[in-house]
């Protein structure tokens, strides 16, 4: 019998608005469905829908509470430039 190692996901989201919005969750995906349903974050209730750019899972939550607070407290430009550095296309 294998123990599952639980994870946790720091997440970007496009909101409809054209706005980036950093989160984090250990089910990422669960947690977007939330967010489209109006049941995530304050910030994007008002700019839904919002779609999922870039995620990426760590054994650690501290870490990806890290890169979360890293992202919501860059520029614009630095969110840009982190998203194209990871391949990800939004507009």
């Not at 608005?17 to 669960?30: L, N």
């Amino acid at each position: 019998m294998t123990e599952e190692t639980q994870t946790y996901s720091f997440y970007v989201l496009l909101c409809h608005d054209g706005s980036f919005y950093g989160g984090y969750s250990p089910d990422v995906h669960a947690r977007v469905a939330a967010h489209n349903a109006g049941k995530g974050a304050k910030y994007t209730k008002s700019r839904l829908p919002v779609q999922l750019l870039y995620h990426h899972e760590f054994t650690d939550q501290h870490d990806a509470l890290s890169a979360e607070w890293h992202f919501k407290h860059q520029s614009r430009a630095k969110k840009e430039a982190f998203l194209r550095a990871h391949g990800v296309a939004w507009n």
